[in-house]
């Protein structure tokens, strides 16, 4: 019903930059939430930023070189990233809190990977 496709992931050196894109498709009513997530090998998914019509959140050891943001007419959300560490080597993953009639359902991207790398 609703499905969320993330792009904009690959390879790039230290201090490149990279735009992921999120986009939301079906039957949507309202987003309520937008995250990203990021997953490396041998390590917990760790929360990465989250957008909502209340403002943004970032974890700190991406703040002031990510920013998320979102076009609403599009139901997309971009993840702009700067400055890229090899330590942001990771699967990066949309999840979001679709409303499609009365009810916020969250749904998960199937991932895109990012790798930071001379």
């Known amino acids: 019903q609703v499905q969320l496709v993330e792009s904009g992931g690959g390879l790039v050196q230290p201090g490149g930059s990279l735009r992921l894109s999120c986009a939301a498709s079906?039957?949507?009513?309202?987003?309520?939430?937008m995250n990203w997530y990021r997953q490396a090998p041998g390590k917990q998914r760790e929360l990465v930023a989250a957008?909502?019509?209340?403002?943004?959140n970032y974890a700190d050891v991406v703040k002031g070189r990510f920013t998320v943001s979102r076009d609403n007419a599009k139901n997309t959300v971009y993840l702009q990233m700067n400055s890229l560490k090899p330590e942001d080597t990771a699967a990066y993953y949309c999840n979001a809190g679709v409303q499609s009639d009365y009810v916020v359902r969250d749904y998960w991207g199937q991932g895109t990977q990012v790798t930071v790398s001379s």
């Open positions: 957008i909502t019509s209340g403002g943004t």
């Open positions: 079906g039957n949507i009513v309202s987003i309520h939430y």
